[in-house]
């Protein structure tokens, strides 16, 4: 892939669109941030170049959310899935419970100061990441997706392109 060829300052405004990538993984009942939910997470920001390139070329908000759903139908990507507190339920472990406990023992804030502790320590193996995406087999669902609506990723790609650098 080429480098994008001028500066762009993307903090901000990719904070906010990750920022809704969450949401809108928190909306279909995902606990992972997958590229479905970034591309998402862009058009519903709908400010950006990306959200300006993909609705010119007729993938706008509506027709992503109803490709991702097409997509958790046919079982290409993974439907709702419970909570960690709904799954301890089941067993009969009430997460609500322990953290209240946890805090009545230990204080408000036990918890992120050990957590802290632990991550500060040197040569300490991560113990929780957070899962950023499908594992890299199977189909790729922003290109089925993309493809859905009869366009190309390169395509896509091209006009990015172009849109960073007219005169290329």
């Known amino acids: 892939m080429e480098p994008i060829p ?5 903090t901000r405004p990719a904070g906010h669109a990750s920022g809704l990538a969450r949401m809108e993984a928190r909306r279909l ?16 920001q709908g400010d950006n ?3 300006r390139v993909l609705v010119a070329h007729g993938l706008d908000l509506e027709a992503a959310r109803a490709g991702v759903d097409r997509l958790i139908a ?16 089941t067993i009969g472990v009430d997460l609500e419970a322990v953290h209240a406990h946890l805090q009545a023992t230990f204080g408000d804030n036990a918890y992120w100061e050990a957590a802290q502790r632990v991550r500060n320590r040197p040569n300490q193996p991560v113990t929780h990441t957070p899962h950023m995406g499908l594992p890299d087999h ?31």
């Open 6 to 10: 001028r500066r762009v300052d993307a």
């Open 138 to 168: 199977g189909p790729q669902p922003i290109k089925l997706l993309v493809e859905a609506r009869g366009l190309r990723l390169e395509t896509l790609r091209e006009a990015l392109r172009s849109e960073l650098d007219p005169g290329r």
């Open 74 to 89: 046919q079982g290409v990507l993974p439907g709702p899935q419970p909570s960690d507190g709904e799954l301890l339920a």
């Open 29 to 44: 009942g995902h606990h992972y941030l997958g590229a479905e939910h970034l591309l998402l997470g862009l058009l519903l």
């Open 49 to 51: 170049l990306a959200a």
